[in-house]
């Protein structure tokens, strides 16, 4: 079976990333859920797409350079709050597995202690986490510091080359985006030992066409089409 994997939540119902949308991907019953993190300028690890908070609160600047408190006073879509990772994994709770997006830089070392925390103190197993990034230095840092912990190279130009890198990085998967994706490609990553999970998949009639290739899971915004 093909796994659901809810984007940014279910963000095709309810605004990304955000506690409602994990909510609802839950709801949906998703094998996984997949979120996007960065390193706020008071530490934490919060939740979030894009570099700055603008297109998505009522606020401005960039994410690294705020603080939690004052992350935490803006509003998306004039009700939500970004949350953090560590607010998400506990409203998670090992009811799926969970995608990190490595989105921020210098966020491996502290997603991967938060990950430790929630195995030694929360009975979370490695199996719940799939590490993920487009970025490179990212992954090797993790992969310095863990020689066990499941990741995914992310990739939007070449699946030969996310191949690659995977094999360098002992990956677990790798996560193409939906039109680079060829019955032969899908084939080769399978062959060499990895998983394939491809984004953002949205119309059914995809959906349809890309179960036929030997992949194993579906990203998408709307994750009950699946
Ligand atoms: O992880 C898959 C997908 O989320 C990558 O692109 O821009 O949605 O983070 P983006
Ligand atoms: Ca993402």
């Keep these: 079976m093909i796994q659901r994997i809810g984007h940014r939540g279910a963000a095709g119902y309810i605004a990304e990333n955000t506690i409602s949308s994990f909510e609802k991907a839950l709801e949906l019953h998703v094998d996984a859920i997949e979120l996007d993190v960065h390193i706020c300028a008071s530490g934490e690890l919060v939740v979030f797409h894009d570099f700055t908070v603008d297109r998505l609160t009522n606020g ?52 991967l ?41 992310l990739t939007q130009a070449s699946v030969e080359q996310a191949i690659e890198w995977a094999t360098e990085l002992k990956a677990k998967a790798i996560h193409p985006h939906f039109s680079l994706l060829t019955f032969e490609n899908c084939l080769l990553a399978q062959e060499k030992g990895f998983q394939i999970n491809t984004w953002t998949v949205n119309e059914s009639a995809t959906i349809s066409h890309l179960k036929q290739y030997p992949i194993n899971g579906i990203i998408s915004d709307f994750p009950d089409l699946l």
């Design 60 to 111: 401005t600047g960039e994410i690294s350079k705020l603080t939690l408190q004052e992350l935490k006073a803006l509003q998306i879509n004039n009700q939500y709050q970004i949350p953090t990772l560590e607010e998400v994994l506990q409203l998670i709770d090992k009811r799926c597995w969970v995608n990190i997006e490595l989105k921020g830089r210098n966020t491996a070392s502290s997603v």
């Design 113 to 153: 202690q938060l990950v430790e925390k929630y195995i030694t103190k929360f009975n979370w197993k490695l199996e719940h986490f799939l590490i993920s990034s487009f970025q490179r230095e990212e992954l090797e840092t993790l992969r310095k510091l863990d020689s066990f912990i499941p990741m995914a190279v």
